[in-house]
């Protein structure tokens, strides 16, 4: 079977181009997978696309529009992409509903929050006392600092570890968790670093960047095999979300 997982691109709108890295690409590959890269389409495109899909990969990227979650921006929020953020809310949204096994990873995380009714600290030094550097400055690879697994989630499942060291890429973080989620794994500073859905096969976010790490060390790759093989399976959507 081909398993079609979609891997949403960022967009800029200045320069008027899509892009996305590699790295997403070969770890969905190597997964077992096969990639398609998704571009910011109409709105109305959304479900439609999705239903070509077996699962859902939403990419790190800028900042979502605090509009998005009911807030006016604060100096802390950097720059936005409308038409990214529309096109990913509504295909998160409907994987969420259908049933589509999908990955968040860092702004993708809290695209899916979001989606789900959630809310996303503008900045973490807003709204976190004494946060770690989360923003690093040591190769991709490397892992800069730890998390705490909540056993028994699906992260802990997959990483079979209660302890993990990750990289860092963000100065947004999960603030209030949506309605349906679960806290899966934190930072020492108590930042949100994994969230998941319970009322779903696959509904994952992550706020580091395994994409970036699974090549120096494969357990990494063990969220993109997780994604594949839930996307291979079945599902019976959900009413609403």
């Known amino acids: 079977m081909c398993l079609l997982i979609g891997v949403t691109a960022a967009f800029d709108e200045e320069e008027e181009r899509c892009?996305?890295?590699?790295?997403?690409?070969?770890?969905v590959v190597r997964a077992g997978g096969v990639p398609v890269v998704l571009p910011p389409l109409p709105l109305e495109m959304a479900a439609a696309v999705l239903d070509q899909m077996r699962g859902l990969l939403l990419s790190g990227g800028g900042?979502?529009?605090?509009?998005?979650?009911?807030?006016?921006?604060?100096?802390?929020?950097?720059?936005?992409?409308?038409?990214?953020?529309?096109?990913?809310?509504?295909?998160?949204?409907?994987?969420?509903?259908?049933?589509v096994p999908v990955l968040g990873i860092c702004r993708g995380m809290q695209v899916l929050n979001v989606a789900a009714g959630g809310t996303v600290y503008q900045d973490l030094v807003l709204g976190v006392k004494q946060p770690l550097k989360h923003f690093q400055e040591a190769p991709r690879w490397y892992g800069t600092h730890h998390i705490e697994i909540h056993?028994?989630?699906?992260?802990?499942?997959?990483?079979n570890v209660s302890r993990l060291r990750v990289n860092s890429f963000h100065h947004q973080a999960v603030h209030r968790v949506a309605p349906g989620f679960r806290v899966s794994a934190v930072a020492p500073d108590g930042v949100i670093e994994a969230i998941e859905a319970g009322a779903h096969p696959f509904?994952?976010?992550?706020?580091?960047?395994?994409?970036?790490?699974?090549?120096?060390?494969s357990v990494f790759l063990g969220l993109?095999?997780?994604?594949?093989?839930?996307?291979?399976?079945?599902?019976?959507?959900?009413?609403?979300?």
């Open 19 to 27: 892009y996305l890295s590699r790295l997403y690409v070969d770890a």
């Open 63 to 99: 900042d979502l529009d605090p509009a998005y979650f009911g807030e006016e921006p604060l100096s802390g929020t950097g720059k936005v992409s409308p038409r990214r953020d529309v096109f990913e809310l509504a295909l998160a949204r409907a994987a969420l509903i259908r049933q």
């Open 151 to 159: 056993p028994g989630t699906k992260l802990a499942g997959i990483f």
């Open 203 to 217: 509904g994952v976010g992550v706020q580091f960047h395994p994409e970036g790490m699974w090549e120096k060390e």
């Open 224 to 241: 993109f095999t997780a994604l594949v093989a839930a996307a291979g399976g079945k599902r019976r959507p959900l009413e609403k979300w």
